[in-house]
């Protein structure tokens, strides 16, 4: 059997569902959906999610995030890794008024860091990238490089696309609207200390 690794960069993933107004499919079992984007011939030995913990801005958004972090930590099978969000000051050259943007990192970083550390220890046949992040490349030109048996696919999420990314890999393609629809989360998850999570209602 072929083994694949899926990697999803989560700020991506979430923000593309967001933009093509899918808030519904927000509440979504990671797990299952990489599961679905395999061929036959595939096995699927790990799923990676990458996200970064909300720290400025809207509470509600960030008790949302929670949640949703917390539900998806009782699959099996999957395996989040947390970068760093903060806020960054921005000059405004218009009105010369400082602001503080809300700003993401390390999630590239630790997406090119899994991916060849996979590869280095042939963990993976096949890494499905779900992300339209074009600092990945780099990393996937190292993989095709040193690796060439081993294969890149690109997964498009939702209103998301980066040609560079594309070309870079053996294959791409966009996740379709079945894949979200058929693996939503129940709409209330146990976790191990028995404290229920419900399905935030904006996500509805």
Known sequence: MN?????????????????????????LDVQ???????KFNQELVETKYFTA??????????????????????LNGLRIIE??????????HNCGFTHNIPSEKMTDVNIASQ?????VNDKLDTALLVSADADLVPAIEIIRS?????????????????RDLA????????IGRMHFAKNQL?????????????RPETWI
């Not at 129940?186 to 419900?198: C, H, M, N, Q, Y």
């Open 3 to 27: 083994k694949v690794i899926v990697y999803i960069d989560g700020f991506n993933l979430y923000h593309g569902l967001v933009d093509k107004g899918w808030r519904r499919y927000l509440w």
């Open 32 to 38: 299952k959906m990489a599961s679905s984007l395999l």
């Open 53 to 74: 913990r909300i720290t400025v801005g809207d509470a509600a958004k960030k008790q949302r995030q929670t949640t949703y972090i917390e539900a998806i930590k009782t």
């Open 83 to 92: 970068g760093k969000y903060h806020s960054e000051p921005y000059l405004c």
């Open 115 to 119: 991916m060849i550390i996979d590869a």
């Open 146 to 162: 040193a690796y060439t048996q081993k294969r890149i696919v690109v997964a498009f999420p939702p209103n998301r696309y980066s």
């Open 167 to 174: 070309n870079s890999g053996h294959s791409s393609y966009f």
């Open 186 to 198: 129940d709409e209330k998850v146990t976790r191990a200390d028995g404290f229920i999570l419900e």
